[in-house]
């Protein structure tokens, strides 16, 4: 499996001829979604979920569908009737080749004060990538590759360490980066390698990695 960071939570991951795309929002590039064979979205939130990003990758490959959740569904559902799929928490399904798992039903509390919407995490290939969405949700099974929310109004630096102690995966690439800036990256790739337990890494936007 071939797997490309894009810009913030967005990663395309290809597999036998066939592209997944996960969380394109507003931070992504427009190109990203172009030749998806399916997209997976975990939440709402415009850093995760574009909407016209996620019209054009379905109006230009008419056989592209996209798993998410109820809050997402409804605003896709009506213009590709049987083309979007509405998931939550213990779901399986497969996507363009893909076996995905679905975990999590909450976003992170932000602030007491801000009411939390759903947030649910992709879990693909039985562990071979694992993507929370924004929430700090710890499969249930092994995780090979996690995708490290490293940076956000939700988390701290010692909870993305923690979190990556307890789901123990065997390599991290960071995401949910495009509010660090290159002066504190340094400083999150240090303390995340040295105290979080595994290999961690960070992928240019457009870089990729072989899993």
Known sequence: MKLTKKSHACV???????????DPGMFTEEDAVLGADALLVTHEHPDHFDEGRLRAALEANPAAEIWTLRSVAEQLSAAFPGRVHTVGHGDTFTAAGFDVQVHGELHAVI???IPRITNVGFLVDDGTVFHPGDALTVPDRPVETLLLPVMA????????????????????YDIHDALL????????????GALGGTDHSRLAPGASAEL
């Open 12 to 22: 395309r991951l290809e597999k036998d001829g066939r592209t997944l795309v996960l």
């Open 111 to 113: 602030h007491p004060d």
């Open 153 to 172: 109004p939700w988390n701290k630096i010692s909870e993305v360490i923690d979190y990556v102690r307890e789901v123990r995966p065997r390599r991290a």
């Open 181 to 192: 800036t290159d002066l504190a990256r340094p400083i999150y790739d240090r303390q995340i």
